[in-house]
């Protein structure tokens, strides 16, 4: 590999898994944050899982814990921490001017050849790079939680990264290690909201957000709608528990600003949120948590969610990301679902479902009231059937 060392900048929760899987990698790697008890937290959870895989035997043959930490050192020094680096991965907090400075702190201080790759999950790509001096060396390198575990990478070219920015940077994701296999890097083309698999799953949450409030308005328990989704590892109510109610409506408000108003989130999450009813961190959300994961009785469905719904809207917005060119074909969107979220992409089933699918999703816009969940044109005609690559 060309290049050989890289800064991480952040060492929260993201940093420090995507600094751990670069030394793992066998880059140079230094971690930076502002603060230096931020960086020792971060430095402390890398070695803390280095010496996990040690002991379960994972490292490889004859490399130590401490070999593998040879690799990493810390700075609060972010202009020098990049004098000598190769590439820059930014993953501190989620705030456009913070990631903007950050950007042109690089580009100011780096070497000429530095590239610098943010993994926002929401912001633009070309935003972050437009004022730093050279647009061409940035671009977007997204995630999933945890970075050891989730196999997926999104490489996000935004209106200005070069083709040789994408390729080191995609060089470099392809080796970083996953422990549950190999890694998939999917490049988006184009920079848009959610890039390929937050977009993909996030219309829906508006049909969530209508289940959730049909389900307060009719009386119906949570209980009920996850018997509904009886197959699903975890029902819609419980999930969303697990995610965090607040997050949902962060992420319903912002994809409101960025796709279509039909995006805003419901009342019923509204209240919750302002309740202090944020689900599983708070002990409290749909389900009471204080005694861990409720134990749910499925068997009185309300017959009001429906999975089959959800796969119509998922190959409905998969239609819309091939149609707005953020990449080419459709298996690229059904191996990312899997590599990011673990669960199938819609294009298997729906190749054999459109035409239902897209009769279904008239109906539910009508319904729900939300134009947004209409089929796409590539959807009705099932002309995505011959954009696999
Ligand atoms: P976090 O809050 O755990 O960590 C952010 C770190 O950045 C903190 O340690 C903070 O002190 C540091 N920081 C803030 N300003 C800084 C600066 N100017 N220079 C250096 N360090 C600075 O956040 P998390 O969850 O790790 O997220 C980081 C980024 O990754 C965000 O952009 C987020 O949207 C994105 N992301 C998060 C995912 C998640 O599941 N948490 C998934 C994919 C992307």
């Not at 600094?19 to 971060?42: H, N, P, T």
């Not at 400075?101 to 993994?119: E, L, R």
């Not at 988006?188 to 890039?195: A, I, S, T």
């Not at 796969?311 to 074909?329: D, P, S, V």
Request: aromatic share 6%; charged share 25%.
């Amino acid at each position: 590999m060309a290049d050989k060392k890289v800064a991480v900048i952040g060492a929260g929760l993201m940093g420090n898994g995507i600094a751990q899987v670069s030394i793992m990698a066998g880059y140079d790697v230094v971690l930076v944050d502002i603060k230096d008890e931020f960086v020792d937290k971060g430095y402390a959870q890398v070695e803390e899982g280095i010496k996990k895989l040690e002991a379960k035997g994972k490292l490889g043959e004859g490399v130590s814990a401490a070999d593998v930490m040879a690799k990493i050192e810390k700075s609060i020094d972010l202009a020098s921490a990049v004098k000598d680096v190769d590439i820059v991965v930014e993953a501190v907090i989620e705030k456009m001017d913070i990631k903007q400075q950050v950007c042109k702190t690089v580009m100011d201080n780096g070497p000429s050849h530095v590239i610098f790759a943010s993994n926002t999950s929401t912001m633009s790509i070309t935003e972050i790079g437009k004022d730093c001096g050279a647009p061409d060396r940035v671009c977007g390198l997204h995630f999933f939680n945890p970075v050891p575990l989730m196999r997926l990478v999104e490489v996000i070219r935004s209106t200005d990264s070069s083709d040789e920015t994408i390729n080191r940077i995609s060089e470099y994701a392809q080796v970083l290690p996953c422990l549950r296999g190999k890694r998939y890097i999917a490049e988006v083309l184009k920079d848009r909201p959610g890039f390929i698999v937050n977009r993909l799953n996030a219309p829906v949450q508006i049909y969530m957000n209508w289940v959730f409030d049909q389900m307060e308005e009719k009386g119906i328990t949570p209980e009920q709608i996850d018997a509904d989704g009886k197959i699903m590892p975890m029902g819609p109510c419980e999930l969303a528990d697990y995610v965090g109610i607040d997050t949902l409506m962060h992420t319903a408000n912002y994809y409101a600003e960025t796709l279509s108003p039909d995006f805003k989130p419901g009342k019923t999450v509204l209240k919750m949120v302002e309740e202090g009813k944020l689900g599983r961190k708070t002990g409290q959300g749909f389900y009471d948590w204080s005694a861990g994961r409720p134990k749910i009785d499925k068997s009185n469905p309300a017959g009001l969610f429906k999975l089959d719904n959800s796969m119509a809207i998922l190959l409905n917005e998969g239609c819309r990301i091939l149609e707005e060119g953020i990449c080419t074909g459709f298996k690229t969107i059904d191996d990312a679902n899997m590599a990011g979220m673990n669960t199938p992409g819609p294009f298997g089933a729906g190749k054999k479902q459109f035409a239902q699918w897209a009769e279904m999703l008239e109906k539910l816009a009508d319904e729900t009231g939300k134009d947004y969940l209409k089929p796409c044109e590539l959807m009705k005609s099932g002309g995505f059937a011959k954009m696999r690559k």
